[in-house]
């Protein structure tokens, strides 16, 4: 595996490549890599002749208030697991490589970053997200780039870029990979001490309470949504927002009716941690 930090250097590695008709799959990360990230490479791998793997910590998509600075950071460690699960390129710029002195565009995707996280964290986070992954498809000009379905949202917002923008490059959504006890992993799990990981359990079992009312027929928004806040509350969380919105564009549903996404955010110790589940009421 090389590591490269400049966009030229990323640029000719895959010209090089290319040149001799590889495909290219990009997975971008912010590092403090964990088996979703690892399943995300191994999934690009599988397409791909030639991988890299982004690490930036996008300052961007932080608001002020977020945790910026003390997002874990471990380059050394992150390229042995990268290079383990298969990446030939690390591209790890530096902040200047990325928003050199006197940047001045923004990506905004309109209406479906709106809600959810767009709502909570503020228009500044996709923007941020938005305006960063447009310049990783410029600068690697990949042929697929595959994001995980643990940030749902994420997800809609970078399909619609890339469909708004012509962009030709593949997006690929992977599933959500979970610590034993069904913990979504995610790399601000390292801010919950032994408490808080415990009560972090309740997310993905509000998510399966939800999902079990919906296979047992009760497909009312206020019904799933009851269920899931019911698991919540006994656990001592009050969302941070619980929405049972359209899988497709985040529409308000009064019903699980097609595919669904039931989406949840909290606070759960020093983390804020973001779960999901699609539901899919059974014929
Ligand atoms: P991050 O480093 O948090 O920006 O995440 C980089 C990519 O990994 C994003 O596409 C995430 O959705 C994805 N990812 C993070 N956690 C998971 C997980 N538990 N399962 C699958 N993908 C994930």
Known sequence: MRIVRTVADVRAAVREARSQGASVGLVPTMGALHDGHLSLIRQARADNDLVVMSLFVNPTQFGPTEDLASYPRDEARDAQLAADAGTDILFAPPVEEVYPSGFATTIHVAGITDVLDGAHRGSHHFDGVATVVTKLFQMVGPDAAYFGQKDA?????????????????????????????????????VYLDAAARQQATALNRALDAAETTVRSGETGADAVIAAARTVLTGAGIEPEYLELRSAEDLAELDRVDGQALLAVAARVGAARLIDNRILEATP
Do not use: F, W
Request: net charge positive; glycine share 2%.
């Open 153 to 189: 949202q994420q997800v809609l917002v970078i399909r619609r870029l890339a469909r708004d923008l012509d962009m030709p490059v593949r997006i690929v959504a992977c599933p959500i990979v979970r610590e034993p006890d069904g913990l979504a992993m995610s790399s601000r799990n």
